[in-house]
């Protein structure tokens, strides 16, 4: 009988606020957990995620992120594509929201040769060049000159969505069908990290597959 006293009289000396606090650390175990963290954005290379057949006249479309980490499944919007025909131009207009203001554009005339195309920023201004090569072997045989002053070389197939764009021998882009999750009549486009506008390389891919439709 005396331990069972001291037993009540160690628990009355604790007080309210021992008690609340007590209480609280039961509370909190049982509702307050912390949030999960969300899920870490993938290291490397940018994915995006554009689909093959509606690079066609007059068809707009999305270019979506993917995600590495999930075997390629697309995300959410990365830019907003454009593509407009009237009488015998057609222009491509990259946005990074719908209906926001023009990054970078390209405006071409169908009616003539297509051995080179332009692609201007939203003022108008020249800042890249994509040019066909007139002598070198078929899978290897366009040059984008950039600001006028960088070369970047194509090489692979533009037609079977399997290229890369290299600068200075170094690879930036990388075109391809090859992830464990691929999306029909849809392809993918890895930006390395050390090219310096994602935004520009998507554009040149876009430019690349319409002059070789």
Known sequence: RVRQERRHDRRDDRGPVAKVAVAGAVIGGATDRPAAAAPAEDDGPASYVMRAKLLGLGNDFEIKKASRRQGGRMGDTAFYVDNKVVRVRETFNLRTSRGGPTVYQIQERKARVRDSMAIEDASGHKVAELKKRTVGAVRDNFV?????????????????????????????????????????????IDIDEDCDDNALALMVVIGLEDMTD
């Open 144 to 188: 984008v000159k950039i600001r006028g002053d960088r070369d970047w070389q194509v090489h692979g197939s533009i037609l079977e969505h399997n290229f890369k764009i290299k600068e200075g021998g170094r690879k930036i882009v990388t075109v391809h069908k090859n992830w464990v999750a691929p999306i029909n009549d849809a392809y993918f």
